[in-house]
Each structure stands twice: as structure tokens, then as C-alpha cells.
């Protein structure tokens, strides 16, 4: 399913993620912080709680539960999809710092996950691997559950996927597409499923004078053009999410996933989303290469067209 890691020791990894919580807390807040890690103890007891408690009163036969796959880029909106989908006691919930389902943001093996899957008592069990955004046809197909899986692809418009993104991450996009437009990153995760094309598209550009943000605006571009050239929009068990329609109207965007998933819905799963109409909440466009614009504006285009919210 996924070969071996590489990059740094274990004990320099969490050294690093360690360094990068104590700048994101002095940059961001320590309550962003703990919102996005799920880091809050009270409400991780409360959540396992009411997740008990159904599964006392409703829980189902294992082998039954519904794999469910979030994905897309990384800061695109997909944690508060998997925020309003851990409300739901019906959810079994596995964010990509869950060691147990996750290795460095990777999933485990398909051993693992299957295993997983099989033994919850949930009507869904949800994962969230951005890092396998690339492969999730495999996952549905290949994976070995009893009930078809599903999966939900998210994008945001690329301007403020940017500014997230350099604002938590700093260059690590521009570093990585450096890397592989130069012809050795084949063993990083950025690079896997990426098409001769997009190949091509990434070594017309000269990565040592792009800024961060036309870097993360490419990193945009090559992640979500996956969609498309992994025949995802040609599927029914995918439904693609626009996350500036969700802030428009929540409840009108994720009610029919719920549905679809064969869950409950609650308008209070999404109380804590702040509602902000597209226009309202517009920023000045991001000074970001004219060729990355175009590709992105023409991607973006075609998301828009097949995005079920």
C-alpha cells in the first residue's frame, strides 16, 4: 500500500513537530492550536463519551461500517468537514495525527486500515489522508471491506489556500516542487501521482527566484489537478466540496453528505462555522506567477463545474 518512510530519525521528527507547535502557537494562538490538533481534552472526552454511548444503544454488527476518505490539499477546509462529521456519535473519527490509523501523516498499511474498518461498530469510519489524496481510487477499490467505501474531495480557492498554507508551513511547498522539478523527489509523497504532464508544467519554472506563495499556488494546482486525472470526477462514491460554498451555507453543503453517507444530520454539528458569503470575505488577489494563475484559474473552473456544493 505505501512503501517505507523516509526522512528524518523518529526522534528528530518529533523534535521538529515539537518546534513547529511552539511557532504555531506564538504565531496563531494556542486556541487555533488546539482547535486544529484537536488538542482540547474536554471535548475529546465528551466526543468519546457520546460515541460510547451509541455504540451501547445502536452500535452495529463489525464489518458493516462505511469507510469514508477526506481528502484533497492540505489547508483546503477539510478539518471542519472532519469537525461536523466527529460531532456525529454515528462517526468513528481518524485525523491524520491518530498514530493508530496514521505513520507521519501517511496512512499505515491496508492490513491496518482494513482491520479498522472492520472492527468499529460505527456506521462510518472516517480517515483523513491528505498525504494519499493521490491514491484515493486505490483506496476504494482495492482495499479489502465488506461495504463499498466513499470518499469527499475538498478545495478552496487558491488565493487563501496560499496564504494558509505559507502562513502555517512557511516554503515547504516551494522546497518540495524545487525538489521534484529537479528530478529527485521521486520518493516524496508530494510527488506521488503526478502525471508527465504536470511534470512538464513544474520544470518550465525557475523555483529560485518563485516566491512562497506562487509555490503554494503550484502545489494547488498539482494536488488538485488529481482529481480530474484520476478519473475522480467520473465517480459516484466521491463527492467534491467547494469550502467557500460551505462558509456560504453549512448546513445546505454538508447536510446531503450526511445523507448520502446514510447518517443523521444536526444543524449543530456546524455551529461553531463562521457563516461569510464568498464576496464578503474576499481578499486582494495574492501576487502569484501569471502562469501559475492561469493554470490554477483554469483548474479552478473546472472543480467549480463538477463540485456537488
Known sequence: MTGPRTGPTPMRYHSQRLAQHVRWARTQGIRRLIEEDELDPITRVLGAGRRLAWRQRYGGTPGTAVPLYIVGTQRSGTNMVCRALGRSPQVELHNENDRAAFDRFELRSERTIARI???????????????????????????????????????????????????????????????????????????????????????????????????????????????????????????????DRLVDDPVAGLAPVFAWLGLTWRDSYVDDVERRSPTAAAKPALDIDPEVRSLCSELAERLDNCAHC
Open 117 to 243: 474498518v472492520h472492527d468499529s461498530r460505527h456506521r462510518v469510519v472516517a480517515f483523513k489522508p491528505l498525504c494519499d489524496s493521490d491514491r484515493v481510487d486505490q483506496l476504494l477499490d482495492c482495499l479489502p471491506y465488506s461495504v463499498p467505501g466513499r470518499a469527499i474531495w475538498v478545495y478552496r480557492n487558491v488565493d487563501d489556500r496560499a496564504r494558509s498554507a505559507v502562513a502555517k508551513f512557511g516554503d515547504s511547498n516551494l522546497r518540495a516542487l524545487r525538489t521534484i522539478a529537479a528530478g529527485s523527489g521521486a520518493d516524496l509523497w508530494q510527488a506521488r501521482g503526478m502525471s508527465q504532464e504536470t511534470l512538464r508544467h513544474l520544470q518550465r519554472f525557475d523555483f529560485a527566484t518563485m516566491s512562497p506563495e506562487s509555490a503554494s499556488g503550484l502545489f494547488w494546482y498539482v494536488r488538485n489537478v488529481l482529481f480530474f486525472e484520476c478519473g475522480l470526477d467520473r465517480r459516484g462514491d466521491i463527492r467534491l466540496l467547494s469550502y
